[in-house]
Nanobody
Framework: QVQLVESGGGLAQPGGSLRLSCAASGFTFRRYGMTWARQAPGKGLEWVSGISSDGSVTYYTDSVKGRFTISRDNAKNTLYLQMNSVKPEDTAVYYC?????????????????RGQGTQVTVSS
C-alpha cells in the first residue's frame, strides 16, 4: 500500500534552516508529481510547493519563494523540502502528498495520498 513518511521537523530559530524528507513506498515514485503542504494551528491545509515527476518543474506559494526549495531523488524514492530563513509564520505541520499525474501541482486538487506530517516550530 502507499506510504508517505515525513521526517526532519523540529524546532528552529527565526532565520534558521530545516530540511524535511518524505520517504515514499508502495507506488512507482518516479511517475508522479509530489507536493508539500502545511497546516498551521487553527488554520486549513495550505499548499506550499509542487514538483513534477522528473523534478524539472517546481512551484512555490508566494510566501516561501526564495526561501524554500523542493527537490526529489527518484533513485531513493524520497521527496525533500529545504527550508531556509524560516519565520515564525512557517510554524505548522508539514505534509507530503502524492499527485495523480506526472506534473507538479499548484494547489491541493488531484492528490490521493498524504503522509502523517512532521511538526515544524519556528521560535526564539
Amino acid at each position: 500500500q502507499v506510504q508517505l513518511v515525513e521526517s526532519g521537523g523540529g524546532l528552529a530559530q527565526p532565520g534558521g534552516s530545516l530540511r524535511l524528507s518524505c520517504a515514499a513506498s508502495g507506488f512507482t515514485f518516479r511517475r508522479y508529481g509530489m507536493t508539500w503542504a502545511r497546516q498551521a494551528p487553527g488554520k486549513g491545509l495550505e499548499w506550499v510547493s509542487g514538483i513534477s515527476s522528473d523534478g524539472s518543474v517546481t512551484y512555490y506559494t508566494d510566501s516561501v519563494k526564495g526561501r524554500f526549495t523542493i527537490s526529489r531523488d527518484n533513485a531513493k524514492n524520497t521527496l525533500y523540502l529545504q527550508m531556509n530563513s524560516v519565520k515564525p509564520e512557517d510554524t505548522a505541520v508539514y505534509y507530503c502528498a502524492k499527485g495523480q499525474a506526472s506534473y507538479g501541482s499548484r494547489n491541493m486538487r488531484g492528490h490521493d495520498y498524504r503522509g502523517q506530517g512532521t511538526q515544524v516550530t519556528v521560535s526564539s
